[in-house]
């Protein structure tokens, strides 16, 4: 734990506050194959508690690449998700039917 003195903007009163040690990030080197694949180093996996199967989303820009973790949303987060989309669907005209003929389109498109 690390102690902090605070002075709460020109009140001229210390407060101490403690604050939790901030965690080193978890480091390693790895390379990537011919086939572009790329081994996270077993300590990473073991920190973060990845397991086989795990998705990520990739995002790369100028020289970094990230690997953030897909986290699907909670039954309950996702049941609400649904009902305010039915609700919007509801409020602008869209039909079951609507929808339907959007999915079959799109695939047709590809």
């Known amino acids: 734990m690390t102690h902090v003195l605070l002075e709460p903007a020109g009140t001229g009163i210390l407060t101490s506050k403690i604050l939790p040690e901030p965690r080193m990030p978890a480091i390693a080197t790895t390379t990537m194959s011919s086939k572009g694949q790329v081994v ?14 795990t ?13 953030k973790v897909i986290t699907p949303p909670k039954r309950s987060e996702f049941d609400g998700l649904l009902r305010r989309a039915r609700r919007a669907a509801a409020a602008s005209g869209l039909r079951r039917k609507d929808v339907a003929k959007a999915i079959k389109d799109a695939r047709r498109r590809q």
Request: without cysteine; glycine residues 8%; negative net charge.
């Open 40 to 53: 996270i180093p077993e300590n990473l996996r073991i920190a973060l508690s990845l397991e086989p199967g």
């Open 55 to 67: 998705r990520f989303v990739v995002v790369g820009e100028r020289d970094t690449v990230m690997l």
